[in-house]
């Protein structure tokens, strides 16, 4: 009876250790083990409670969706929690040769590249978009970065209507940044590098643009508060700085209804002499 105590009191101090760290890989694999190892448990202790593979991949499925949830997993990953066993069972019963799997890890690794750590996934600015961010450029020649261009459709839309401005793209991901970079070969305005947009100097941009997630908005803003030259405009598409109020919302008249949200850099904060 102490042996279970002690297990259930492990069990639940490794919960909230992984509850606490947060990080969404190391969350789903415990959420799908200890649904595996609960379905063991419940197998081993009621023989009669699971009598076909089917059964205990459901109840695997059902119980690792609910961990997940527990573990403060976004929303989104429930479907994930739930389809994953399930999936795989089905999988293996295709008969798909090993090297299938491999292929497709590898292309969704080359696509998606570390989401795991930067929680930006892939998903590209529209041409609506792009024309509103035209736009909002100056009316004289500036430099405007867009951090995580993809493969780089907005960046070359902006820099054949602005052949007066420079245009960089910084992207880490192999494949996005490998079609960015060849398909802006002949547009000497337009740069692709490959990189962490995190590492790169943005002191000489006037304007960036920025398509990523809720998640980086905070540290992204603060970042270019001290890096940009004051009256320099971040256009972020659909993520807004917490805290921030943004100096403009443009509404994009496109399907998915578009917002761009502005900020100007503030002046630099003057010391106050005594
Ligand atoms: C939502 S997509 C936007 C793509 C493009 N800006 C557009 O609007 O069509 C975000 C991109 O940022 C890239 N990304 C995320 N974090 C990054 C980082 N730290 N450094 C470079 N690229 C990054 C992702 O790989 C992804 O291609």
Sequence with gaps: MSNRILAAGLGYHLLMRVRRSAHPLRQALLAQLAGSGLVGGMAYAWPGLV?????????????????GQQLGAPRWWIPLHLGFLPAVLLASQLKIAAGWYLAGFVLLLLVYWRIDRSQVPLYLSNAETAAAVADLLPASPCRVVDLGCGHGALLRHLARVRPDCQFVGVEHAPLPWLWAWLAARGQDNLQ???????????????????????????????????????????????????????????????????????????????????
């Design 51 to 67: 009598v076909a593979l089917w059964h205990a991949v459901l109840l695997q499925a059902v119980l690792a969706a609910l961990i």
């Design 192 to 274: 692709i590098r490959h990189g962490d947009f995190w590492q790169v100097s943005l002191a000489s941009f006037d304007v960036v643009y920025a398509f990523l997630s809720p998640v980086p908005m905070a540290r992204l803003y603060a970042l270019l508060k001290a890096q940009l030259p004051p009256g320099s405009l971040l256009v972020s598409n659909s993520f807004v700085v917490p805290g921030v109020a943004a100096d403009a919302q443009i509404k994009v008249a496109d399907q998915r209804e578009t917002q761009l949200h502005c900020y100007r850099m503030p002046p630099a904060r003057q010391e106050i002499k005594a």
